[in-house]
């Protein structure tokens, strides 16, 4: 289904999908135009990828998208199960087309998907525990026509060439990442594990070689960045992020000793990372980290995704801040309450420059309209003593590191119903790009931090947003069983035949703190009663 835009954006499109050239002068010209801010806010819909009724498409959720790194083709999967290929064309009226369905044979939802580097390959993982890897070019399809369309259709057995148990099973793998290899790539689960699959050398499951790593607590995301392939990071069921250095291995002193070990501990976790301090509706005990990513450009900058809570950016170089001293020394003052005030804000943190002009108590500024997060504490809330113990773990020094804290936070999405992802976007990861429980998906300034669009991308709820790797082209999907296609297009007159929101951008953000806050106390009194029934 193509959505009308004018031809003149498109023709800027095709010039910078099918430039083949390696001439410098082209190159800076595409990085001019994709680092000209005007093309991201321009943003909006152009085309919905797949009909209604299934056959043409997917016909449930849509949980992966993924581009191919040359940029020609996107895969998607989901709740049915099947991988769908959207090769890009020529025509402007119908820019994706797709080329191939491809059953899996997963008997539950696919939550990721992702080409293999350098190869036809595609690693699909789902909550059946199982990861698969497919050959494109192994095996002749079915040619398939519906909804005036065709397609190749290529079943399980036609272009399945690997079927991975390595995981736990009843434990949903959950994201893969891949290297610059065809045959390498990374998979976590909520079976607390992160498994390096090598598809050079053979076994048969379960007699798999150790796991990277075995956390305490389940795990649903995991990011790498391409300058760094040696880092990655992991989080989940925790509030906070742990970032592993492939290249260190960890002492263990019985194997030295001679000692027979089944150890899954075969990486060196590095750095911590959490927030300050958490929103004072969150519930005890139930933080987590919904989306991880590690931007390509610089290889150090990290966004985390708090669910009931905003993304936030650190740097992997950064130290931990020094645990502060004991002292018999009383703050007892107003300069003190003033400092002991702006380091507590959510907002104030390492990296944000803060205003050093001089305020007197009566001329302090008005509130902000995404700082009224905080409501008073509800009755069965602990006090500040215990909440500041709220995000600790169980102590354990292969993961209790002291904590690297944020740069910034970016807000106004709502973050509560589904697994959401998060991600950089624009040439030099310039943008930061969320989904929303509200349907819309949103882009903050990396920098400022500055809300730059809200884009309607779903009927219900948006969960993953996927660039393309050298075009200002989205990605979009969530709840819905088609995927959204946003790029550059002319701003229509009328605001209201647009899918960009950002001209409702107060009413918007306010209402998803309103509900933010309404929900996590919904859900911290049915948790509660259940707690107190079954004690």
Sequence with gaps: ????????????????????????????????VLSNPSVWTSLDRIQVLGEEDGLYGHGGCVNALSWAPDGQTLISSGDDTRVCIWRLSNDPDDMLQCETMIETGHTNNVFNAHYLPSSQRIATCAADGQVRVFDLGRGAGTT???????????????????????????????RIVTEASPDHF???????????????????????????????????????????????????????????????IPRILKAEWGVNVDTEELVCCVRRFGRREKPGYERVG????????????????????????????????????????????????????????????????????????????????????????MPPPLEDVTDSSEEASDDEEPEDPRW??????????????????????????????????????????????????????????????????????????VAVSGIDSTVKIFGPTIPPRDKENTFSKMHKSSEITQTNDEARVERQRRITYVLDRSDCTFQ
Excluded at 7 to 27: D, H, P
Excluded at 151 to 170: D, F, G, M
Excluded at 221 to 241: C, D, K, M, W
Excluded at 312 to 317: E, G, T
């Design 1 to 32: 289904m193509a959505i009308g835009r004018d031809k003149s954006v498109y023709g800027i499109l095709s010039r910078l999908a099918y430039t083949q050239s390696t001439s410098l002068n082209v190159l800076r010209w595409r990085n001019d």
């Design 144 to 174: 398939m026509t519906g909804s005036g369309r065709s397609w190749s259709y290529l079943s399980e057995n036609a272009s399945c060439i690997r079927v991975l148990q390595c995981h736990r099973r009843r434990y949903a793998v959950k």
């Design 186 to 248: 990374l998979t976590v689960s909520e079976d607390r594990t992160v498994r390096q699959h090598d598809l050079r050398t053979r076994h048969t499951c379960p007699s798999c070689s150790p796991s990277l790593l075995l956390m305490p607590h389940e795990l649903s995301t995991i990011s790498v960045s391409s300058l760094t392939p040696y880092y990655f990071t992991v989080a989940g069921n925790s509030p906070y992020g742990h970032l592993f250095d492939r290249r260190m």
């Design 286 to 373: 139930a933080a987590h980290v919904t989306g991880s990513r590690m931007a390509d450009s610089n290889g150090h900058e990290l966004l985390l995704s708090y669910s009931g809570d905003g993304v936030y950016i650190f740097s992997i170089f950064d130290d931990p801040e020094a645990p502060e001293r004991p002292t018999s020394i009383l703050k007892n003052n107003k300069a003190s309450k003033k400092a002991q005030d702006r380091s507590s804000s959510p907002d104030s943190m390492p990296g944000l420059e803060e205003d050093s002009d001089d305020e007197s108590d009566d001329e302090a500024p008005g509130p902000d309209p995404l700082d009224d997060d």
């Design 400 to 473: 209790s590191l002291p904590v690297v804290f944020p740069l910034k936070r970016f807000r106004g999405h709502i973050n509560i119903e589904t697994v959401k992802d998060v991600n950089f976007m624009g040439p030099r990861d310039d943008y930061v790009v969320s989904g929303s429980d509200d349907g819309n998906w949103f882009m903050w300034s990396k920098h400022s931090g500055e809300l730059q669009g809200i884009w309607e991308g779903d009927g219900s709820i948006v969960n993953v947003i996927e660039t393309h790797p050298y075009l200002p082209i």
